[in-house]
């Protein structure tokens, strides 16, 4: 009997106990199934970081767009360019929502996977078609007469001694040199400050004369624009008579240019001559103290019927202000020199026209050849995309319930958008880079043979 009741205790025990298992199992079951940690972390971090259904916040719309303008302006993608991993897209691509249009799906792929295309846009809309001004022209080549240039002061020493009054084909040396001059002066560019000194205009070349010519040095003109009329009647008042106090009238010329300096203005001395300093002055020390003072004037000498004794003295006085030395001899040598000055602006013209053909044609090859790199660089881009968003496509195509080729469809018409976009801006910006460098280039040959025209035509 104690066996028996042993036993149904422990079987009822046992009863009891698969009862309670039951139970639990059964309160298990009623609730929803929990993944397993890891798959439940893993399935959070996609939430957090992948791409969202629209109504999630997910703002993929605007990549919905067949307008290439806009499409152009989209941000790209968080795996555009270097930046693409086709297995971590595809990753995202697990997270997409089920039951989605192409046209859709689309859109979000594209999301992911879009090029910048904002800087090729922005470079198309605002890229300058213009081409810089030609280079300055011959006449105002380091010339003070155009805007921004350097302040131009001229100052002829004019040498009135006695042997200015020989003559030169029968006519004298002063008068000559008084119309070269004035021919010289009245030349010059616009807003140049001209001064006139004369020296050994007083007293004659006799010894007893010798003291008052050799401190005969004066301004007769003092310096500022050139007026015709005043400028004639300085001119008008003096006459060859003393002895040549050329040192003397350097050293003046220091003193009336000393307040003339810095780095805007440019003083050029122009001596004419016809002799060596006979008063014991010293004109080469006086035209390299005077080149190397703050005034930094360059000392230029014109000699009319010089001997050699004399040439090698105003060659040396030349040196010295840093300048040259010209020497003519006959009324002839007189004309060709200013004939041989008209050349050389001829031949300025002719070289002015051919560099500025040049660089007009070198920039405009530079930029067409720069439109045709961005215009490859932009093409290759689209493409690249295109590659990308149809591989994905036959991915997404064995995920979801959708037409892989629906999505290739939107991708292949908005690539052609693209390509088509880049290939006719630039063509149409290349087109106007010639257009307007070959009117350049025209306007600058038309300039430079009415120049060239005008001085053969002159009588300069």
């Not at 006449?139 to 001694?161: H, W």
Request: glycine share 6%; proline share 3%.
């Amino acid at each position: 009997m104690v066996v028996r009741k042993m036993y149904t205790l422990v079987l009822l025990s046992f009863l009891l106990l698969a009862a309670s298992a039951c139970s639990s199992k059964e309160k298990a079951s009623d609730a929803d199934p929990q993944p397993a940690p890891s798959q439940n972390n893993s399935i959070e971090t996609a939430e957090q970081t992948g791409p969202k259904d629209s109504e999630d916040g997910e703002d993929f719309r605007p990549y919905q767009t067949e307008d290439v303008m806009e499409r152009l302006l989209l941000a790209p993608g968080k795996f555009s360019g270097e930046q693409y991993d086709e297995a971590e897209v595809k990753r995202w691509i697990d997270q997409f929502p089920e039951g989605k249009t192409a046209e859709e799906y689309y859109a979000r792929l594209l999301s992911l996977v879009a090029e910048d295309y904002r800087p090729y846009h922005t470079l198309f809309s605002q890229y300058d078609t213009s081409y810089q001004d030609a280079s300055a022209i011959p006449e105002e080549r380091e010339q003070p007469g155009s805007p921004g240039s350097k302040q131009l002061n001229v100052q002829i020493l004019f040498d009135a001694s006695g042997s200015m009054a020989g003559k030169i084909d029968g006519e004298t040396r002063i008068e000559l040199a008084k119309d070269a001059v004035n021919s010289f002066v009245a030349e010059l560019p616009e807003n140049t400050n001209v001064a006139l000194r004369v020296y050994g205009h007083k007293g004659s070349g006799k010894n007893s004369d010798r003291e008052l010519s050799c401190s005969s040095t004066e301004e007769i003109y003092a310096l500022a624009p050139y007026q015709e009329e005043s400028f004639g009647k300085a001119l008008n008042q003096f006459a060859p008579a003393g002895w040549t106090p050329l040192g003397a009238s350097i050293e003046a010329a220091h003193d009336d240019l000393q307040s003339y300096t810095g780095e805007n203005i440019e003083n050029i001395i122009y001596i004419v001559s016809d002799g060596i300093e006979t008063c014991g002055g010293d004109p080469v020390g006086a035209a390299k103290k005077l080149n190397q003072s703050a005034a930094k004037a360059i000392v230029n000498i014109i000699g009319f019927d010089v001997d050699d004794e004399g040439q090698q003295q105003l060659k040396q006085v030349a040196e010295a202000g840093m300048g040259k030395y010209t020497t003519v001899r006959t009324k002839q040598e007189i004309e060709d020199f200013f004939k041989k000055e008209k050349h050389r602006l001829i031949e300025e013209w002719f070289a002015w026209e051919s560099e500025n053909v040049g660089q007009y044609f070198q920039s405009e090859q530079t930029r067409v050849d720069e439109m045709f790199e961005k215009e490859k660089e932009m093409i290759e881009l689209v493409y690249s995309e295109q590659e990308h968003l149809d591989t994905l496509s036959n991915y997404v195509d064995e995920k979801f319930d959708v037409n892989g080729r629906e999505i290739r469809d939107y991708t292949r018409k908005l690539g052609f958008a693209l390509r088509e976009y880049a290939r006719e801006t630039a063509f149409g910006l290349r087109e106007e880079l010639r257009d307007k460098g070959l009117e350049h280039r025209n306007e600058v040959r038309d300039q430079g043979l009415e120049e060239r025209q005008n001085l053969r035509n002159s009588g300069k």
